[in-house]
């Protein structure tokens, strides 16, 4: 083999190893633009999904503290019941006592 032959040879794989670390690097970008791009889109479903179920909590505490504040309105007008009860009773053991 001349000694040209070897050079251009040379020269051909070098030029070959180039184009193929181009196609590689073109390749790797591709790889890494798609990551990102679903990357951004799981982010952002995982930003729709926070604002449903904060959203849902939200709701779920307002019922509850209605529940709560209806409950407690009932509680207290059952001790207000209980406390004209109590002072019906006792005016009623007052008169008996009298008797």
Same mark, same amino acid.
């Given at each position: 083999?001349?000694?040209? &032959?070897? =050079?251009?040879?040379?020269?051909?794989? $070098?030029?070959?190893? $180039?184009?193929?670390?181009?196609?590689? $690097?073109?390749?790797?970008?591709?790889?890494?633009?798609?990551?990102?791009?679903?990357?951004?889109?799981?982010?952002?479903?995982?930003?729709? =999904? $926070?604002?449903?179920?904060?959203?849902?909590?939200?709701?779920?505490?307002?019922?509850?503290? =209605?529940?709560? =504040?209806?409950?407690?309105?009932?509680?207290?007008?059952?001790?207000?019941?209980?406390? &004209?009860?109590?002072?019906?009773?006792?005016?009623?053991?007052?008169?008996?006592?009298?008797?």
């Amino acid at each position: 083999m001349a000694t040209n &032959e070897h =050079d251009v040879r040379v020269g051909d794989n $070098a030029i070959a190893a $180039a184009r193929l670390l181009e196609v590689a $690097a073109r390749n790797a970008d591709e790889l890494l633009e798609e990551a990102r791009a679903e990357a951004a889109s799981i982010v952002a479903a995982a930003h729709a =999904d $926070a604002k449903q179920v904060q959203a849902e909590l939200e709701q779920e505490r307002r019922q509850q503290s =209605d529940e709560l =504040d209806r409950d407690r309105t009932t509680a207290l007008a059952e001790l207000a019941g209980l406390a &004209e009860r109590r002072a019906a009773l006792e005016a009623e053991v007052a008169q008996l006592e009298q008797l």
